[in-house]
């Protein structure tokens, strides 16, 4: 069972960025693809951003599309989610997921990923 932690959230202005960070443990990270979701109150959780276990494909919600980027480092284990241009309706507590089986190609259904982290708040003030 991968264990996640995700990190860098905060308060930004509308128009600025922040970079999330997912750390994981367990040696099967690497061959796992990988995904952000995010929820807001009062809302179902949303597909944000998703990459396939080697880095080479990517998938984005509409909605982030040209603003956020994913991507991953699997000698640290550790996938990312840099974040710009940023908007109020981007308020969310985001999350990062690992895929339920290796080596498939870039998933954005929550029910494709199996482990989740506790989340981290960003809040993006008009």
């Known amino acids: 069972q991968v264990q996640l932690v995700e990190s860098g959230g905060g308060v930004v202005q509308a128009g600025g960025s922040l970079r999330l960070s997912c750390a994981a443990s367990?040696?099967?990270?690497?061959?796992?693809?990988m995904g952000w979701f995010r929820q807001a109150p009062g809302k179902e959780r949303e597909f944000v951003a998703a990459?396939?276990?080697?880095?080479?494909?990517?998938n984005y919600a509409d909605s982030v599309k040209g603003r956020f980027t994913i991507s991953r480092d699997n000698a640290k284990n550790t996938v990312y989610l840099q974040m710009n241009s940023l908007k109020p309706e981007d308020t969310a507590v985001y999350y990062c997921?690992?895929?339920?089986?290796?080596?498939?190609?870039?998933?954005?259904?929550?029910?494709?990923?199996?482990?989740w982290g506790l989340g981290t708040q960003v809040t993006v003030s008009s």
């Open positions: 997921a690992v895929d339920r089986f290796p080596g498939r190609g870039v998933r954005t259904t929550p029910a494709d990923f199996g482990s």
């Open positions: 367990g040696r099967t990270f690497s061959v796992h693809g």
């Open positions: 990459i396939d276990w080697n880095g080479q494909s990517t």
